[in-house]
Nanobody, 115 residues
Framework: QVQLVESGGGLVQAGGSLRLSCAAS????????MGWYRQAPGKQRELVAS???????NYRDSVKGRFTISRDNAKNTVFLQMNSLKPEDTAVYLC?????????WGQGTQVTVSA
């Protein structure tokens, strides 16, 4: 079993920055892909960014150039640096990780961007 714990959310004004962290712990052999999703009230969960164990990244179009995903494989931790935040980025941000083909989710961290 793998546990994911997110941190770093909060309230920020438009144009500001936040850095999210997600640490994996438990019975870990190797963490493959890790990613960040978000879910706003009344909307479907959507992929924000993902990163493979080799460092290949993928971003949804609306965050390209503003968000950067990175990871520390030695610490089984993934980060999301969010710059130039917009009110439409407001959502619960959830960490996701795959370990030996099984997906795990964190509990989520709230990000609120005021206009």
């Amino acid at each position: 079993q793998v546990q994911l714990v997110e941190s770093g959310g909060g309230l920020v004004q438009a144009g500001g920055s936040l850095r999210l962290s997600c640490a994996a712990s438990g019975r870990i052999f190797v963490i493959n892909a890790m990613g960040w999703y978000r879910q706003a009230p009344g909307k479907q969960r959507e992929l924000v960014a993902s990163i493979t164990s080799g460092g290949s990244t993928n971003y949804r179009d609306s965050v390209k150039g503003r968000f950067t995903i990175s990871r520390d494989n030695a610490k089984n931790t993934v980060f999301l640096q969010m710059n130039s935040l917009k009110p439409e980025d407001t959502a619960v941000y959830l960490c996701n990780a795959y370990e030996r083909g099984k997906g795990y989710w964190g509990q989520g961290t709230q990000v609120t961007v005021s206009a």
